[in-house]
Structures are given as structure tokens and as C-alpha cells.
């Protein structure tokens, strides 16, 4: 492959290409497994007769520290550490990767597969149309042993297939056109499978302006609607470093974005401290500078409890809250809790000093007594 790219070189990109497909941690897709079930789609069929000596089938995603099973037939384990997973090596090959012994090769022999009872094991990388292999198609079975020519072929015609799939899934009402990011439609989609996977886990929702209204004309009126898009790219490429493995990222409007992130409150906050101060450098649009004045909104809530329509209006009340009382960022609560808000008038509320600057927070637990 002319644009295969080596691992090494480009893993930041690798892993961004990755999470922008927004696959990570969601529960297994029907269309997935219907393709490692091997379906009756025509170019299936021929890797059904070819292929159905192999227990095992997954479509594998190569993260920072782990391989994650999309869709798996035949197997329990839901993720291996990456430096045990052969997948790691298969997505630095422009063919298939086989390993005929799991046990005779050092670099798995201890691995969780091979603790599992599987020795062979033949894997088809997952490309993207820019060269970035993101994980593998994969078989494995219970007994040494190797692949033909011919089905190694099969194994790549399928790779290929899933590649697809997963490009079309994404591009179909879920990606926003001008950013590449996964937008509102698919946040709502992610809560709705994270409800139903981890029920009761709670998290914390951002939601970002990155231009204030009278920002965003003047950008408008100087260079035209076209260059939104290039603010949004600039500032989620600042922003990606910060992140890390368990945010999510989304595009909620023209210029707002909302990032969903794991861990405590505390923690929520001061990463949209980091955030806000990040995104408040200068951005050249045509080799003029644009000096963004992001507000942020805060809400925590438990994804069995709230659902994604109503966290994204409450982080939206709190980004109000935030512009409305000239503060990069504020922290909202729900209405049945008495809380001191911010007015239009530039009141901040009374613990607005232990909070990020420009944010407004909304939690799900009342005040504290101090609060």
C-alpha cells in the first residue's frame, strides 16, 4: 500500500484517526457481527466454506496500551494489553500476519491468547483510506497451523469489507462535515450505549464556545463562513493532547464543541481549566491571527438517570450562565436544587472562585452547605 504509513512515525495520528470513528469502548454493532458471522453477503459466502475451520473471528482496534474487540465470535476476553496482542504487529504489515504457533513464538507465548488455549492466529489490517491502520480482522484457532494464498486473500477481501462498513457508519449522519468529528447525533447514540453497557457510571460533560457571538461575526464578516470550519480543526488539534484516552470529542455547533470525560468532578474541572487556557492562544486563519475568548459549561450526571438530550441542554444552561456573567466557565445544578447563578447583569456565583475561569458547572448532587 502506497500510503501505508509506519507505526512509529505516526501513532498520534494513528490513535486520532481511531477515536475520531468514535468505536472505542462501544458495545458490539449488529453490522459487525453479522460480518465476523460471516453473512450471506456474496463476498462473505466465500470466506464461510473457506475460513469456518477457525473457532475464533474478532475485529480488533489497536489503542495507546490495549487491543479492544469490536465484535468477537468464539471468545470471552474483551481487551489484551497491545504489547500481547499480535494485532500490534499486524497493523505494521501491508498483508496478513500469521502466526502459526502462538506458543513457539516469544513475543506471545505468555500472552493472554495463548493462556486462553489459541495457537494460531492470522490477522488482516484495518486501513483508512490515509494509510492508518487501526486494528485487524482476525482469526484464530486452537491448533497450529497456517493459511493458504488463497485465504489469505479471502481474509484481505473481508478486511477490506469491514473497512468499509466502518467508513460508511461513520460518514452517515454522524460525522460533521466540515470538522471530520463525531456530532450531536452520534453523542446522543454513545450515551444511549453507554447507559445500557455501564448503568450508573457517571460522568462529565463540557460543552465549549470557542468564539463569542460578537467574535464570531467579526470573524464572519473578515473571512467569510468558510474559514469556521479551519477555527474548529485548529482547536481540536490543540486540544487532542490534553484529552488523553477516555475523552470524547464532539462537534454541537458551528463553533461549540462538547467533550465527554470519565474521572471525578474535580478532576473534570481543572481539565477544563487546562482547556480553556489552551484554547484561548491565537489561532492564524490566512495568516491573520484570531485570539478565540472560549466559555465553557460543566455538568456531571449519571448516564442511567439523565438522558443525552438533557445533559447537552443543562451543559448548555451552563455555558449561558458562564457568557452571561462575563466568566470564561461555569458549573451548573439542577433546578430542584436552591444554587446562587450567575445573572446577565455579571453576578458570579459565590463559589465561582474555586472554579476554572469561563466555565459553569450543573451537578447532579445538591449544594453543599458552603456552596
Not at 458490539?28 to 463476498?43: I, K, S
Amino acid at each position: 500500500m502506497s500510503a501505508l504509513m509506519t507505526l512509529r512515525e505516526n501513532e498520534q495520528a494513528r490513535l486520532n484517526a481511531l477515536r475520531d470513528l468514535s468505536l472505542l469502548d462501544t458495545p458490539p454493532g449488529e453490522n459487525f457481527d453479522r460480518l465476523t458471522r460471516l453473512t450471506r453477503l456474496t463476498r462473505l459466502t466465500r470466506l464461510a466454506s473457506q475460513l469456518l475451520r477457525a473457532p475464533v473471528s474478532a475485529i480488533s482496534l489497536t489503542d495507546g496500551d490495549r487491543q479492544w474487540f469490536k465484535s468477537k465470535v468464539g471468545v470471552d476476553l474483551a481487551r489484551i494489553p497491545r504489547a500481547d496482542a499480535p494485532c500490534h504487529y499486524a497493523i505494521q504489515e501491508d498483508g496478513v500476519f500469521v502466526v502459526p504457533d502462538l506458543l513457539k513464538d516469544p513475543r506471545f507465548a505468555t500472552s493472554p491468547l495463548a493462556k486462553a488455549g489459541l495457537r494460531f492466529y492470522a490477522g488482516a489490517p484495518l486501513f483508512t483510506r490515509s494509510g492508518y491502520g487501526l486494528g485487524t480482522l482476525c482469526v484464530l484457532d486452537t491448533h497450529p497451523r497456517t493459511l493458504t494464498p488463497e485465504e489469505k486473500r479471502v481474509l484481505q477481501d473481508l478486511a477490506e469489507m469491514v473497512m468499509c462498513q466502518i467508513e460508511l457508519q461513520n460518514m452517515i449522519g454522524r460525522v460533521d462535515a466540515g470538522s471530520g468529528l463525531p456530532n450531536q447525533y452520534q453523542f446522543f447514540e454513545d450515551i444511549g450505549s453507554l447507559a445500557r453497557q455501564s448503568p450508573g457510571q457517571t460522568f462529565t460533560l463540557l460543552k465549549i464556545e470557542l468564539l463569542t457571538p460578537t467574535q464570531a461575526s467579526h470573524v464572519l464578516r473578515a473571512l467569510g463562513a468558510s474559514h469556521m470550519d479551519s477555527i474548529v480543526q485548529a482547536a481540536v488539534s490543540a486540544l487532542r493532547p490534553l484529552l488523553g484516552n477516555n475523552a470524547r470529542l464532539y462537534q454541537v455547533g458551528q463553533l461549540r464543541c462538547a467533550i465527554l470525560l470519565e474521572g471525578s468532578l474535580a478532576q473534570a474541572e481543572a481539565q477544563a481549566e487546562a482547556i480553556t487556557s489552551m484554547l484561548s492562544r491565537p489561532i492564524l486563519i490566512d495568516a491573520i491571527p484570531v485570539t478565540p475568548h472560549p466559555v465553557t459549561g460543566i455538568y456531571d450526571f449519571s448516564v442511567s438517570e439523565t438522558g443525552p438530550r438533557d445533559a447537552l441542554r443543562r451543559a448548555s444552561n451552563a455555558l449561558e450562565d458562564a457568557r452571561c456573567a462575563v466568566s470564561p466557565a461555569s458549573t451548573s445544578r439542577p433546578a430542584k436544587w436552591p444554587v446562587s447563578k450567575p445573572s446577565c447583569a455579571g453576578n458570579t456565583p459565590r463559589s465561582a472562585p474555586s472554579r476554572p475561569a469561563n466555565s459553569c458547572r450543573w451537578s447532579r448532587k445538591p449544594p453543599s452547605p458552603e456552596a
